[in-house]
């Protein structure tokens, strides 16, 4: 039996995810020939995966080693807060869950990273009419959970390195969709938030 159920459900939900992830890939290489970028054919993105893709590994097996061995947590105070973990378990399948819907919405403009020689659709209804990187946004807050449930320092480091990589990947996807469809994209830009909606942003900075 594990000692720690959280962090068992959360490595079940993180498995759902990058599962789900994997079987986009496949069906878009049955349409395109091409894995949707799961191995980008421009340099940086292969790159990028050379260190994003052994994190995404640790990300998931991280919580399935606490699960059995609790090591030591380096926030030690969260674990003192017993149902905050289960609050972290909520969230991250609410991720998921959001997330699914994001995927939906995409459909087969769906690709994980950037190919200079594809053009896909600009998918701005949906959750993309409120943020331009949903998916993203709610993989960062889906790593934010994995480290209230499993606050440990291989967690913190592996959510440090994906969280970075998020932050560059979306900025340069976004100049590849300008480059794309120009004016269209560029007036979508100014007006939907690039992680939380604009309106957000600005309640947010009007209260700081």
Not at 61 to 84: D, E, G, H, S
Not at 161 to 182: D, S, T
Request: aromatic share 12%.
């Amino acid at each position: 039996m594990p000692d720690n159920w959280p962090a068992l459900i959360l490595g079940l939900i993180l498995g759902t995810y990058w599962a789900r992830v994997l079987r986009l890939a496949i069906k878009a290489r049955r349409r395109t020939g091409q894995l949707g970028n799961l191995l980008p054919r421009e340099t940086t993105g292969r790159v990028l995966r050379v260190i994003w893709y052994p994190t995404v590994v640790g990300w998931i097996v991280v919580p399935f080693v606490a699960a059995r061995w609790r090591p030591a947590p380096l926030l030690n105070y969260l674990y003192t807060i017993p149902w905050l973990a289960w609050v972290g378990v909520a969230i991250a399948f609410a991720a998921l869950c959001a997330t699914w819907i994001c995927w939906k919405r995409m459909g087969k403009s769906w690709r994980m990273g950037i190919d200079p020689a594809e053009k896909t659709q600009l998918v701005v209804t949906g959750p993309y009419a409120y943020v331009r990187h949903p998916i993203y946004a709610l993989s960062s807050l889906l790593m934010l959970a994995s480290v209230v449930v499993v606050p440990t320092i291989a967690m913190i480091v592996v959510a440090i390195i994906h969280l970075v990589l998020l932050q560059w990947e979306a900025r340069r996807e976004e100049a590849h969709m300008l480059a794309q469809h120009g004016a269209s994209y560029a007036d979508y830009r100014a007006r939907v938030g690039r992680f939380l909606p604009k309106s957000l942003r600005a309640y947010t900075a009007a209260a700081t």
